[in-house]
């Protein structure tokens, strides 16, 4: 199993950017994706999640700013990222569960991507 992330950089306050998460070796539709992050000293925190049937679940920093979705043909999911703030600097990795309660929790999740980075500057 795998899974891909891309997209990071470097971007301004105020700009955007979109992650992208390509899985190979599972069925891509069948899991619910998760988006965490890791800042430098600190614990990997939650982001955002989308079921198998796209439900989706944001923490509040991201709602209103965020938007993850996914695309089963392509199997990938997807981060958008808008109005980035310096906090958003951090490594962000993808993350897959065939099911799951508690989609914040990283304890569930099966599968981790490598991550990307991504660094807002002021």
């Known amino acids: 199993v795998q899974l891909q992330a891309s997209g990071g950089g470097l971007v301004q306050a105020g700009g955007s950017l979109r992650l992208a998460c390509t899985s190979s070796?599972?069925?891509?539709?069948?899991?619910?994706l998760g988006w965490f992050r890791q800042a430098p000293g600190k614990d990997r925190e939650f982001v955002a999640a989308?079921?198998?049937?796209?439900?989706?679940y944001y923490e509040d920093f991201a709602k209103g700013r965020f938007s993850i979705s996914r695309d089963n043909a392509k199997n990938t999911v997807y981060l958008q990222m808008n109005v980035l703030k310096p906090e958003d600097t951090a490594v962000y990795y993808c993350?897959?569960?065939?099911?799951?309660?508690?989609?914040?929790?990283?304890?569930?999740?099966?599968?981790w991507g490598q991550g990307t980075l991504v660094t807002v500057s002021s």
């Open positions: 070796g599972i069925t891509f539709e069948d899991y619910a």
């Open positions: 993350a897959a569960v065939k099911i799951t309660p508690d989609y914040w929790s990283a304890l569930e999740y099966d599968y």
């Open positions: 989308i079921t198998y049937r796209g439900g989706t």
